[in-house]
């Protein structure tokens, strides 16, 4: 396969079954993280999607497909909602370093004679600092690391209402 390109009828990845199905959901979570059960979880949807779109799937498991999906949403909001605040923090932070960097520069230009930098150039100077520059990537990486949570929600959401429908019919 081509890279960019997607191999539509390779009948090897229809074969590949998940370690996790219906039939062998854990029945305690005691000795999984948070993490791993979500991931599970996410297997195990992801398993009955392909088995639907293969014209597989039975649809006495719907409700219990939609269950599922609901509570993995339940388990993500503890992420959901930790990676958001740390986030945040990171981002304050990497502004209020940011902040210190540009007084300690005018600081330093005023005690050495010079006239006081503009503000663009404090902050252009402050943006070069090593400092300035690891938190404002882990504020990113922190970001990017919520909103991974976030698409996750979305789509454990989504196939509720997917499997739940289907259960209707």
């Known amino acids: 396969m081509s890279e960019g390109t997607w191999d539509v009828a ?77 986030a945040k923090n990171a981002k304050h932070i990497a502004e209020y370093i940011e902040a210190e960097t540009c007084s300690a520069l005018a600081a330093t ?8 930098p503009s503000e663009v150039a404090l902050k252009r100077n402050a943006l070069a600092s090593d400092e300035v520059r690891k938190a404002k990537k882990t504020a990113i990486d922190l970001e990017k690391e919520h909103k991974k949570w976030r698409c996750v929600m979305e789509i454990l959401k989504e196939a509720h209402v997917f499997f739940r429908r289907m259960s209707n019919d």
């Open 10 to 86: 390779n009948p090897e990845l229809d074969d590949v079954k998940p370690q996790h199905t219906l039939d062998n959901m854990p029945a305690v979570w005691d000795s999984h993280t948070l993490e791993q059960k979500v991931q599970i979880i996410l297997d195990v949807v992801e398993d009955q999607m392909r088995l639907v779109r293969n014209g597989e799937f039975s649809p006495k498991d719907s409700k219990e497909v939609a269950a599922l999906a609901l509570e993995g949403q339940m388990c993500l909001i503890e992420f959901y909602t930790d990676t958001e605040a740390q």
């Open 109 to 116: 230009a005023v005690s050495l004679g010079d006239k006081r």
